[in-house]
């Protein structure tokens, strides 16, 4: 019998950026697209009980608006909490994790896409995902806070501005592959310190037609990310197993 290998929803839907398609850096939703899988990973996966538990009963959700309620806070792209009292949860087909407004902020997710050009924004994106950080602390709550990063190593990239080309040509501007462990190198000392879980997605894409797509050494990727998994599923029990998080009728565990 055949044994079909298991896929993660996340790296399935960090591929969809670029196969078979142009990848349109400038789309400020992009982040928010793949980050919401991480939540849908954790519970499948099932390795906190608790977690599986509370999205089950929609009383935890995904924050659409990646805001909490009544506190001032740069949004992230996949904020996860507590459901504000009396209102319902919104479940969209396909998914297992409800939708809706938060009080608290539990797991955060932040992602950045590095395709080209990499190290010229590379303190920008270092900058923005160590403030993001600190926007996920505002207010009450010890959230978790994952920073998931895409490095592209392919031979060359093609970039868009409206309707310009702007592909690298390697001394001018970089082809990926020359910048990509440099820039792993600064995010992994400078950004990821920062946060409770730190994912590099190494991929290839040159983003020009028929727009294909490959990961760097995909088994690595599945397992590297498989392990943050259980780790945030081991933190989630740990740091939210008991207290006022847990409701009536409610064990920790």
Not at 111 to 128: F, G, P, S, T
Not at 151 to 179: L, V, W
Not at 190 to 196: E, I, N
Request: charged share 25%.
């Amino acid at each position: 019998m055949t044994r079909v290998a298991p896929k993660y929803e996340l790296l399935e839907a960090f591929r969809e950026l670029f196969a078979g398609k142009p990848y349109l850096h400038r789309s400020s939703n992009q982040g928010d697209l793949v980050a919401c899988y991480l939540y849908e990973d954790l519970f499948t996966v099932g390795k906190s009980k608790l977690l599986r538990s509370r999205i089950s009963e929609r009383e935890w959700v995904l924050n659409r608006a990646n805001r909490r309620q009544g506190i001032v806070a740069r949004r992230g792209d996949g904020t996860f909490g507590e459901l504000i009292p009396n209102i319902v949860a919104v479940v969209e087909p396909g998914f297992a994790v409800g939708r809706g407004p938060i009080a608290n902020v539990e797991i955060g997710a932040e992602m950045k896409i590095l395709a080209k050009a990499m190290i010229k924004q590379i303190d920008r994106v270092r900058n923005d995902l160590v403030g993001q950080v600190a926007q996920f602390k505002r207010g009450a709550g010890n959230p978790i806070c994952v920073g998931i990063v895409g490095i592209n190593h392919a031979d060359h990239c093609i970039g868009y501005e409206g309707t310009r080309a702007f592909p690298t040509d390697g001394s001018k501007y970089a082809h990926p592959f020359q910048e990509a462990a440099e820039a792993e190198k600064r995010l992994r000392n400078d950004a990821a310190p920062a946060f409770d879980e730190f994912l590099f997605l190494r991929y290839r894409a040159t983003n020009e037609a028929p727009y294909p797509f490959k990961w760097v050494d995909y088994d690595r990727t599945f397992r590297d990310y498989g392990a943050v998994l259980t780790r945030i599923s081991r933190t989630y029990d740990s740091r939210f197993g008991s207290g006022p998080s847990v409701g009536p009728g409610k064990t920790g565990r």
